[in-house]
T-cell receptor, first 113, second 111 residues
Framework: KAGVTQTPRYLIKTRGQQVTLSCSPISGHRSVSWYQQTPGQGLQFLFEYFSETQRNKGNFPGRFSGRQFSNSRSEMNVSTLELGDSALYLCASSFRTGAYEQYFGPGTRLTVT | GIQVEQSPPDLILQEGANSTLRCNFS?????LQWFHQNPWGQLINLFYIPSGTKQNGRLSATTVATERYSLLYISSSQTTDSGVYFCAVEITGGSNYQLIWGAGTKLIIKP
């Protein structure tokens, strides 16, 4: 069974731009969660989508948004990029909603200059 | 909010040594998980362990929910065990949940 895939793996953007990251979950998994990892703040939960609906949301500003498609693939969008948005963005999939047995993708490394 | 503290922050061991990593949390939680992040950033779920003891090969974990801590044991360490070990606790409020992460223990296994 193929694992969780994320595209692109690396991305460089400038302040003020917007970016879209993609996550394809393991086949059969309907939950996709997104996390931000930075050296200063560690791992932080962004949001979770299950069956195309946002089920949970962390404490991030509205510039961070997401969506999920009918095939469970998910995209995360960050608008008006700031230098502090530079991070490793990880997505995780699970067969049910919540944090049960999440499988992580390799991440997208975003650098904002 | 809930605090998740991991110790030690760094650990350097020789191959073949055993180690114990600790995770303390400040409030009741629904669940607790241990993860390993390898040097290339890949995060792997090791254990989903709200309470009790589980074992998987050279790794085992114990969570004592009433005393708010969990331990991860690594026996006969190998260089491939190097990386950062995170514990994360799940808390819920109504229909929502949050996964709160510790800062991690960075483990280096020397050959």
């Amino acid at each position: 069974k193929a694992g969780v895939t994320q595209t692109p793996r690396y991305l460089i953007k400038t302040r003020g731009q917007q970016v879209t990251l993609s996550c394809s979950p393991i086949s059969g998994h309907r939950s996709v969660s997104w996390y931000q990892q930075t050296p200063g703040q560690g791992l932080q939960f962004l949001f979770e989508y299950f069956s195309e609906t946002q089920r949970n949301k962390g404490n991030f500003p509205g510039r961070f948004s997401g969506r999920q498609f009918s095939n469970s693939r998910s995209e995360m969008n960050v608008s008006t990029l700031e230098l502090g948005d530079s991070a490793l963005y990880l997505c995780a999939s699970s067969f049910r909603t919540g944090a049960y047995e999440q499988y992580f993708g390799p991440g997208t490394r975003l650098t904002v200059t | 909010g809930i605090q998740v503290e991991q110790s030690p922050p760094d650990l350097i061991l020789q191959e073949g040594a055993n180690s114990t990593l600790r995770c303390n949390f400040s409030d009741s939680v629904n669940n607790l998980q241990w993860f390993h992040q390898n040097p290339w950033g890949q995060l792997i779920n090791l254990f989903y362990i709200p309470s009790g003891t589980k074992q998987n090969g050279r790794l085992s974990a114990t969570t004592v929910a009433t005393e708010r801590y969990s331990l991860l044991y690594i026996s006969s360490s190998q260089t491939t065990d190097s990386g950062v070990y995170f514990c994360a606790v799940e808390i819920t409020g109504g229909s929502n949940y949050q996964l709160i992460w510790g800062a991690g223990t960075k483990l280096i296994i020397k050959p």
